[in-house]
């Protein structure tokens, strides 16, 4: 690909070369070629001619353009002349053709008849710029709105969407502004659309898309970029305890106070609440070193401690996301007594 190049094709001591250059419309789609003709001869190769018309061929339409009078010993280039072709792309921007020149030698070259020199070639131009390109997007939490920057050299209209977990926001009418950034203003309903279509993480692959109508064609460019859950932590449960030991609780008068080793500890969790679509997988209560799972009520049961303990509850939703809650429990400490006697 390229706005350059040659063509070539010889016979014996005679090469024939056709040098072009482009220069590239946007606006039109199209390239406009200027094409110079040569004729490259050895040092060992005279000739001895007059001027010829001969045609150069670019995209299947001929140009003609007329040579000098050549007279030359050879070790010579000269130049033959020089033709312009306008190529019009495809509607992507893309463009290949053939380019042929053709010289009427008409000569006669060591005894051999020689009609004409033939140079030829396939030529691939730079693509010219139609569709809608995003320059940069932004990665974003469910609480922002997306955004992206975008060029639009061919100045069409253009729409634009977002992509995930096998579900779409689309925008379209996006005017046909050459450059710009977009912003996805989400509504609620799409906010809850895109934090329930990540239930099990934190984030999720997104991906940015912007179509571009060319004739009868849809172009799409896409980015990938990442949305991640923010502020999504569930609630917090009600956390209470009891004593359950009849026993223990006639001697205390008081269910708050656990007696170590001899209370039986009764937890009390209410229910956790899940935010922006996740669910709650595990509830988690702890006291000295002791874990039970669940809520409701929850038998903690005896607690070896000699001073005042944490009882903590710690909820965790699909994503990961944890809330924790802590409760102090009053402890009497107290141990069997001994006592050691010796008899005589």
């Not at 730079?126 to 060029?151: G, L, M, V, Y």
């Not at 799409?190 to 990540?198: F, K, Q, V, W, Y």
């Not at 172009?219 to 449960?237: D, E, F, R, S």
């Not at 009891?242 to 229910?271: E, H, V, W």
């Amino acid at each position: 690909m390229g706005l350059s190049g040659t063509i070539s094709g010889a016979y014996r001591g005679y090469t024939l070369q056709t040098a072009w250059s482009a220069k590239q419309s946007t606006a039109g789609n199209y390239s406009d070629i200027t094409a110079t003709h040569r004729l490259i001869c050895d040092n060992t190769y005279a000739l001895y001619i007059d001027g010829r018309t001969n045609t150069c061929t670019a995209d299947g339409t001929a140009k003609n353009f007329s040579s000098p009078v050549i007279s030359t010993a050879g070790n010579q280039t000269i130049v033959l002349g020089t033709t312009t072709h306008r190529i019009y792309h495809n509607a992507d921007g893309t463009k290949s053709f053939t380019m042929t020149t053709v010289f009427n030698m008409q000569a006669d070259i060591v005894g051999t008849w020689v009609s004409n020199i033939t140079a030829t070639g396939t030529i691939t131009l730079d693509t010219i710029p139609r569709q809608a390109q995003i320059t940069k997007a932004s990665d974003f939490n469910d609480e922002q709105n997306p955004s992206f920057t975008f060029s639009n050299a061919g100045g069409f209209i253009i729409s634009a969407y977002l992509e995930f977990a096998g579900k779409t926001i689309a925008r379209s009418g996006l005017g046909n502004a050459t450059s710009g950034t977009y912003t996805f203003v989400l509504t609620e309903a799409e906010r809850i659309m895109l934090r329930n279509a990540t239930p099990n993480s934190k984030t999720m692959a997104v991906t940015y898309g912007l179509q571009t109508v060319i004739g009868s064609t849809t172009y799409t460019q896409t980015l990938g970029k990442t949305m991640t859950i923010v502020n999504a932590n569930p609630t917090a449960p009600t956390l209470s305890y009891t004593d359950t030991n009849s026993t223990t609780t006639a001697i205390t008068g008081n269910d708050q106070r656990i007696i170590r080793n001899k209370s039986t500890l009764t937890a009390i969790i209410g229910t956790s609440t899940p935010k922006k679509g996740a669910t709650i997988i595990s509830y988690s209560t702890t006291i000295n070193g002791v874990t039970k799972s669940g809520t409701g009520v929850v038998s903690m049961g005896t607690v070896n401690s000699a001073t005042n303990a944490e009882l903590i509850t710690t909820v965790t939703d699909s994503r990961g996301n944890t809330t924790t809650v802590k409760k102090t429990v009053t402890i009497d400490d107290w141990i069997t007594p001994t006592a050691s006697v010796q008899l005589y």
